[in-house]
T-cell receptor, first 115, second 110 residues
Framework: GAGVSQSPSNKVTEKGKDVELRCDPI?????LYWYRQSLGQGLEFLIY????????KSGLPSDRFSAERTGGSVSTLTIQRTQQEDSAVYLC?????????????FGQGTRLTVV | DAKTTQPPSMDCAEGRAANLPCNHS???????VYWYRQIHSQGPQYIIH???NNETNEMASLIITEDRKSSTLILPHATLRDTAVYYC???????????FGTGTRLQVFP
């Protein structure tokens, strides 16, 4: 596709359930990022993938959060045992450069609501 | 990464220039200034970046002071579609992540 694609666009889940959020980056982009944005707040960095290097997981808020990137392309963010405070928009971005610089392209996000 | 300070909100009349300031007094010599914006309900969009020279592209101009401790993003002819939150970010080129602050909410009015 022409841009970063995220699915689903909206997800409502019950507290305690696991959820998976998907990101399809722009083809050929080696860097992939996940951010979280709570209502009315700024973007919170979660995790960064760059090629075959070990991911930078320094922003993951707890061990309930994990992410993987298969084949250097599609990424899945998994939240286990969801809590109400996990409700937010989860944004994925990809970049052609080594770092998230110059031209970082963001998807439209997945709005997660935990009830 | 260096911290930035931006006013929380600004207004601008449609057709006028919007000048968005950013202070980054602790910027290091190898750190760039980046600007992104986020229109309501959309993902952030890259606008422009610079090191020490002024930069211009089809979207905006970036003016960086000689001491690099502050910068101004200029939208020369603001339109209603420019209403958004504008983020000023300072980071090393090819570093591993962009840290977003709270930004400036720009409201363009008719």
């Amino acid at each position: 596709g022409a841009g970063v694609s995220q699915s689903p666009s909206n997800k409502v889940t019950e507290k305690g359930k696991d959820v998976e959020l998907r990101c399809d980056p722009i083809s050929g982009h080696t860097a992939l990022y996940w951010y979280r944005q709570s209502l009315g707040q700024g973007l919170e960095f979660l995790i960064y993938f760059q090629g075959n290097s070990a991911p930078d997981k320094s922003g993951l808020p707890s061990d309930r959060f994990s992410a993987e990137r298969t084949g250097g392309s599609v990424s899945t963010l998994t939240i286990q045992r969801t809590q109400q405070e996990d409700s937010a928009v989860y944004l994925c971005a990809s970049s052609l450069r080594t770092g998230l610089n110059t031209e970082a392209f963001f998807g439209q996000g997945t709005r997660l609501t935990v009830v | 990464d260096a911290k930035t300070t931006q006013p929380p909100s600004m207004d601008c009349a449609e057709g006028r220039a919007a000048n968005l300031p950013c202070n980054h007094s602790t910027i290091s010599g190898n750190e760039y200034v980046y600007w992104y914006r986020q229109i309501h309900s959309q993902g952030p969009q890259y606008i422009i970046h610079g090191l020490k020279n002024n930069e211009t592209n089809e979207m905006a101009s970036l003016i960086i002071t000689e001491d690099r401790k502050s910068s101004t993003l200029i939208l020369p002819h603001a339109t209603l579609r420019d209403t958004a939150v504008y983020y000023c970010i300072v980071t090393r080129y090819n570093t591993d992540k962009l840290i977003f602050g709270t930004g400036t909410r720009l409201q363009v009015f008719p």
